[in-house]
């Protein structure tokens, strides 16, 4: 008997583009797409159960074994390092990690560089291999405001389009790392639900070989 797979996706844009991606693959749910207010969707033909969550729980909901797969941006899992198995790199939601501020910055050598980031984790590591001191500044949205307020001399954010940091007069100086939506699954649903997930997980493989 096919075993029913839950699956946590992240609510926006990349969450929808995820489905639609799942969808062509022959997991569509069709109560999912007249969403109201519910929050699960199931779909027994498929053996999907869908459920939308903040994009930043997607990994906890699969390390706990609430969900057997989620979809989620490589920046979650630098950041947490959640205890999951990394399937597939889906070639959406590609954006970068960067390193940005005032147009005038000059690194103050010699001084502590102040460094405003939702991503403390992956902002330390990556001065630590520059043996660079810095102080981090922990913020949770908005970030660009902080070099322009004098908060900090750098800021460690995501970039997609650029838009924010051109309106903003600001500007990119070093790449962090690559970003992109992965696949990830529970390390016991990998094991108990192989034959689903792997079926899975070979139907996204092709769906997306060309959009790596
Ligand atoms: C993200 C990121 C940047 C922006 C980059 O913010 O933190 O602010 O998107 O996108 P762009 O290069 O296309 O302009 P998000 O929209 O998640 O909001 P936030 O300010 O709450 O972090």
């Not at 500007?171 to 990830?184: G, H, K």
């Amino acid at each position: 008997m096919r075993q029913m797979l839950n699956i946590a996706l992240p609510k926006g844009r990349l969450g929808e583009r995820a489905y639609g991606l799942l969808k062509t693959s022959g997991y569509g749910c069709p109560a999912l797409e007249d969403p109201g207010r519910r929050l699960i969707f199931e779909d027994l033909q498929a053996m999907v159960r869908y459920f939308w969550v903040k994009p930043s729980d997607v990994a906890i909901y699969v390390e706990r074994g609430a969900a057997d797969l989620g979809i989620v941006g490589k920046d979650i899992l630098l950041e947490y390092e959640p205890e999951v198995y990394e399937l597939l790199d889906l070639g959406m939601g590609k954006c970068r990690m960067a390193v940005a501020g005032k147009k005038d910055f000059r690194d103050p050598v010699g001084k502590t560089l102040k460094v405003a980031t939702k991503f403390p984790n992956i902002t330390r590591s990556f001065y630590a291999g520059k043996c660079r001191d810095i102080d981090i500044i922990q913020l949770n949205g908005s970030i660009e405001l902080a070099p322009i307020l004098g908060l900090s001399h750098v800021i460690v954010d995501i970039v997609e389009t650029g838009a924010t940091l051109r309106e903003n007069d600001l500007q990119v100086f070093e790449e962090v790392v690559p970003i992109s939506a992965r696949l990830i699954a529970n390390v016991a649903s990998f094991q108990f639900k192989d034959d689903a997930i792997n079926d899975l997980c070979a139907k996204l493989r092709a769906q997306t070989e060309g959009m790596l």
